[in-house]
């Protein structure tokens, strides 16, 4: 009866993988940098309603849904209506372009949509998370282009941004 043989690199690697699925089926840690406790199952995420003296029409949507589809996809957390373990709220108080790097003629070469919100984070099984927080991101573009039309591509961008800061403060503590 022959037996196989491992080197020492093929048990390396083996125990690196045991090591790996031991801490990820925890529920501790996983690849996306969340590091949610095993007692949370449910996020609530409300509509962030845009306040901000522009407003532009798509924005809330956009933004609300772009922060449900990050933990739908990075967390095994449930999305519930209301009641969630993670609540998060807020609204969007600014929306702003103003002109940036002004050249010597006082024209600006380049212009900035800034887009800013205020979050107020829950965690109703651990209250020494919870926080209320001002997060603002912004994209400069040519300025001898119109905001209509880098505006859709830059909003993507800053809420795509926006709700990594976001994530990152809520449930990855690194």
């Not at 996306?32 to 924005?59: E, Y």
């Not at 400069?140 to 709700?163: F, G, H, P």
Request: aromatic share 14%; net charge negative.
């Amino acid at each position: 009866m022959k037996f196989a043989h491992f080197n020492t690199s093929t048990l390396q690697h083996f125990s690196t993988f045991i090591f790996f699925i031991l801490i990820t089926g925890c529920g501790v840690y996983s690849f996306s940098g969340a590091s949610i406790s095993p007692d949370i199952k449910s996020v609530t995420i409300d509509f962030f309603p845009n306040r901000a003296a522009i407003v532009q029409p798509s924005l809330s949507q956009a933004f609300t849904e772009k922060l449900k589809e990050k933990f739908v996809s990075q967390t095994s957390l449930r999305l519930l209506d209301k009641e969630g373990d993670l609540h998060f709220e807020g609204a969007i108080n600014d929306y702003s372009t103003q002109p940036v790097a002004i050249q010597g003629s006082q024209t600006a070469a380049l212009s900035r949509l800034t887009i800013t919100l205020f979050v107020k984070f829950t965690n109703a099984k651990d209250e020494k998370q919870n926080f209320e927080s001002v997060f603002s991101r912004y994209y400069e573009y040519n300025s001898q282009r119109s905001l209509t039309e880098i505006e859709q591509d830059a909003i993507a961008e800053i809420n795509k941004q926006l709700v990594d800061d976001i994530f990152n403060k809520a449930v990855s503590n690194w």
